[in-house]
């Protein structure tokens, strides 16, 4: 993520319940897939994992950059 998305997301997250919680749910996704693909192995059950919480993430990470565009052009 930019670095000027990081700075919206600190500046707005206080007064956006959704932009927190996105934001909140990104990080863990984060973590999560960091454990998973340090593994050189990887179950099939433990694929799917990975599978679904790409989707979330990338779902989640959709959502997030339309809010941040608007708080982006709010500032313009």
Do not use: N
């Not at 927190?20 to 340090?38: F, G, I, S, V």
């Not at 694929?47 to 989640?60: A, E, F, P, S």
């Amino acid at each position: 993520m930019e670095q000027r998305d990081l700075e919206l997301v600190e500046k707005y997250a206080a007064q956006d319940a959704e932009l927190k919680t996105l934001w909140e749910e990104h990080l863990l996704y984060e973590k999560q897939l960091e454990k998973l693909e340090k593994k050189s192995f990887l179950s099939s059950e433990e694929q799917r994992v990975v599978k679904d919480i790409k989707k979330k993430k990338l779902g989640g990470k959709t959502r997030l950059q339309a809010i941040l565009d608007r708080y982006r052009s709010m500032e313009e």
